[in-house]
């Protein structure tokens, strides 16, 4: 199938054509094809099979290319006024980049919605997506701290377009920048040598603020264009020497040694690359080697060398032509597996390639080159075309938004009833209403913790509203509070957290008012990303350093408690919940249940849960025993009535991911809970 459809690609004409006569510097090169080719072949094995360490190097060799590229053809349009270079210039990027890219947006939006549940692992997918139609995707990562390298990226079916917004922010100035470097190239020696100096300036400015920001935010220096302005500066800048006939390939031997020195440190690259000091200064190897990888192509001798030969073979240029649709497809495909029945088995590895293949192979020959080539669009009006390109970006944009609001309405996955799923977004309707004999009004009851405070929201809004009392909730995730398996006030902003939080409760709180330390405090049996080894983590649960560990955190809860009860609350703790083995929102759809990660199952043994939690039981007893406004309130067996605990009530959720409660789950521990309270609050005269 694959050397079919290099042999299709091979017959196509070619989207670009040498002219005869035409200056060499100004000649299409196909070793530049090879060259992307080399790219996109980098970039989607890192991504899709984990190959090669330093894969996303590719980025940096598009880059390049990129500035090399489009230098070369604004040079050809040297001699017209600045409105027409101006307008000529746009047009052709408008023809080039937006029909694809609009349609792989979109198509990707629809797909997102109706299989990506809403959760936290997809929660920042709008956003990106959205802000890619115009080209600030990368700010949208960069604003999230998503780093790249994250886990959560992986699943996130917008990330190609981070790169793609860099080349859109660079190209809305460059053109001016490079025509003051046309017209005065060649006048008088001040005029040339600013002309000359100023995108080396500019590159240099660029290089010293990757330089700081690497090691100060990484995640900026890598998305942002001031990052990562010098790499696709250093393409323009090559093609500045080039046309000086400086830095050229004048003979075989010479194209040699550059093209083996350029597949050398893009080796480097592809090896070494250290994630954690990216883009400076490890990017700098790839730009060197793409820029010497270039002028190895740029032979002007009539002799060619292997690896030139190599960089425009058929094969080679037929990909590098597909790297754009290669390069756009790859990850929302790619994205998708991940989601739904995954990429570990080889046959889906596969049906990967060859949906990647097709759909970059009929996005070239149906949308890319046609509208690229079409002779009515290129003699259009340049400004009218401009025009209408941005009113098509905000059909497209209005289109993708309008999918993307109706989620909830057209999503196949089961998660879409947020009633039952989500745990904070309902309010309880006046027919939940409880009637009490008890006047409690005016108690306040203040929930401190981490993410498993802010997942028992509809259970407290539930609380609230039967027991009309005031509920405050103080949520930090991975800031449990006592939280009895690790000390973790030592982390900085943790400590900062508790801090503020203890400070502001202790002035508002009542004596007789409860504050409730609500977390995770069971080890963690799943993850949102990948099967957690089992065997591993008891074993580091059962070992001397985590009962040190315990232990620690065991004072600290003490202190906690010391500190909040100077005012004079009860203080409520609640016992470990049950945990499982695989987050129900990935596994409860038929197109998902398939995946790896829901291979564990969502039932898991009651007895081997009961001795996992055992050690945070003793060390709950032990600060009962020590302070007496302290009770715990134990939801273990609300949620778990068999031999076997599961995932679900009959059919409805007790769990939205391995360790977190759904909204069904909150309503089914409600009448626990309130008990609970009123114990607290009334004792035997409830």
Known sequence: MIGDFVEFLRKQPSAYRTSKGASPQLDYLPGIDGLRAIAVLTVIPYHAFSLLPGGFTG?????????????????QKSSLQFASYLSEFYKRRIL????????????????STLFIPASWLSSSNSETGLAAFWGFSNAAFARLNEGYFSPRVDFNPFLQTWSLAIEAQFYVFFPLVFYVWLKFRKELPVYRYLSHGLMLGLAILSLTYAYFETSSNPVRAF???????????AGVLLFQLHSSSLCTAKSKQISDLLLVSGVVLLGIGWIYSDQNAFPFPWAIVPVIGSMLLISGITNTSDRLSVGHKFLQSHVMTCIGRLSFSLYLWHWPILALFRWTIGVDELAYQAIYLVLVCLLATASYHLIESPVRTNPYLLEHRNWKLIASGLVVVCVSYAIAYHIDASQPAISLSVTKDSYLWRAFAHTPTE??????????????????????????????????????????????????????????RQTMLCQEFYDNTLTEVSNMAQPDDIVFFASLRMPELSDQFEVIDEAAMIAEFNSEKAAEKRQLALEEAGQLIEQISVSGVHVLIDAPKPVLKAPPYRCS????????????????????????????????????????????????????????????????????????????????LTPSFTNSLLDIWLGGDK
Request: net charge negative; proline share 5%.
């Open 59 to 75: 980025f940096d060799v598009f880059f390049v290319i990129s500035g090399y590229v489009i230098s070369k053809s604004l040079a």
């Open 96 to 111: 080039r980049v937006f029909p694809a890219l609009l349609m792989c947006l979109i198509v990707t939006m629809i797909a």
């Open 223 to 233: 998305y942002l264009l001031p990052g990562r302005f010098w790499e696709i500066a």
């Open 431 to 488: 027919a939940s209403y409880a009637s009490t004999e008890h006047d409690l009004a005016g108690r306040k009851l203040f929930v401190i913790g981490d993410s498993h405070a802010e997942a028992y929201r509809t259970m407290l809004k539930e609380a609230s509203a039967q027991l009309g009392i005031e509920v405050h909730v103080y949520a930090r995730g991975g800031c449990p509070a006592a939280g009895l398996l690790k000390p973790i």
């Open 589 to 668: 759809d038929w197109f998902n249940n398939m995946n790896p990660i829901c291979a564990p199952g969502l039932s898991i043994n009651r007895e081997f849960l009961l001795e996992l939690r055992q050690p945070i039981m003793d060390s709950l007893k032990t600060l009962k025993d020590q302070y007496p406004n302290l009770s715990v309130w134990d939801p273990f067996f609300v949620l778990c009535t068999n031999e076997i605990c599961s995932a679900y009530d009959g059919d409805k959720p007790l769990f939205f991911d391995g360790d977190h409660l759904s909204g069904h789950g909150n309503r089914m």
